[in-house]
T-cell receptor, first 115, second 116 residues
Framework: NAGVTQTPKFQVLKTGQSMTLQCAQD?????MYWYRQDPGMGLRLIYY???????DKGEVPNGYNVSRLNKREFSLRLESAAPSQTSVYFC??????????????FGPGTRLTVL | AQKITQTQPGMFVQEKEAVTLDCTYD???????LFWYKQPSSGEMIFLIY??????QNATEGRYSLNFQKARKSANLVISASQLGDSAMYFC?????????????FGTGTRLQVFP
């Protein structure tokens, strides 16, 4: 199992450009999440998807859109990138069957720089 | 609003010694979960340990244990017999929400450095 995979690993954008960060998981998890990690601020939730076909805003959704393409894939789109979106982006997934509290599994992250 | 506080930006510990990383939380929910994650310099997030608010015993996973004091709203991570490979950022997180819609609220992290 590859777990949670993210592409690309690194990306540099110019202000105003758009791009989509891809995330896929092969663990048959229902829930998927997108976080951003800024220096000194820990991880903050951007969007999440409790199941295929549903998405909800997290703490910092402005400037982003998401698509839960199917159970495996959850993409994050920046329509018009801004320097404030320079960050490391993590995708995560979680099994929701069985135990009430299951940990989230994280991808390796995407380091995005917006100039 | 739910909040996680990690007041130690950095900690040093000698190899083979034990170290405690502090975490306090704020929530009005009766049902919640507390997690610790490790982030080595390579960047990935590694799950370490979990404690549920209704768990009567402190959680343990190998060299990791969670000192859960519900009345004080603290969930400190104890690493016993530190190893050089334990050098990393450590994040405390709390589950917010119910079942399928739960989300994690993260603290700002503690950087642990283990020296020989």
């Amino acid at each position: 199992n590859a777990g949670v995979t993210q592409t690309p690993k690194f990306q540099v954008l110019k202000t105003g450009q758009s791009m989509t960060l891809q995330c896929a998981q092969d663990m048959n998890h229902n829930s998927m999440y997108w976080y951003r990690q800024d220096p000194g601020m820990g991880l903050r939730l951007i969007y999440y998807s409790a199941s295929e076909g549903t998405t909800d805003k997290g703490e910092v959704p402005n400037g982003y859109n998401v698509s839960r393409l199917n159970k495996r894939e959850f993409s994050l789109r920046l329509e018009s990138a801004a320097p404030s979106q320079t960050s490391v982006y993590f995708c995560a997934s979680r099994k929701t069957e069985g135990q009430l509290f299951n940990e989230q599994f994280f991808g390796p992250g995407t380091r995005l720089t917006v100039l | 609003a739910q909040k996680i506080t990690q007041t130690q930006p950095g900690m040093f510990v000698q190899e083979k010694e034990a170290v405690t990383l502090d975490c306090t939380y704020d929530t009005s929910d009766q049902s919640y979960g507390l997690f610790w994650y490790k982030q080595p310099s390579s960047g990935e997030m590694i799950f370490l340990i979990y404690q549920g608010s209704y768990d009567e015993q402190n959680a343990t996973e190998g060299r990791y244990s969670l000192n859960f004091q519900k009345a004080r709203k603290s969930a400190n991570l104890v690493i016993s017999a530190s190893q050089l490979g334990d050098s990393a950022m450590y994040f405390c997180a709390m589950r917010e929400g119910y079942y399928n819609t739960d989300k994690l609220i993260f603290g700002t992290g503690t950087r642990l450095q283990v020296f020989p």
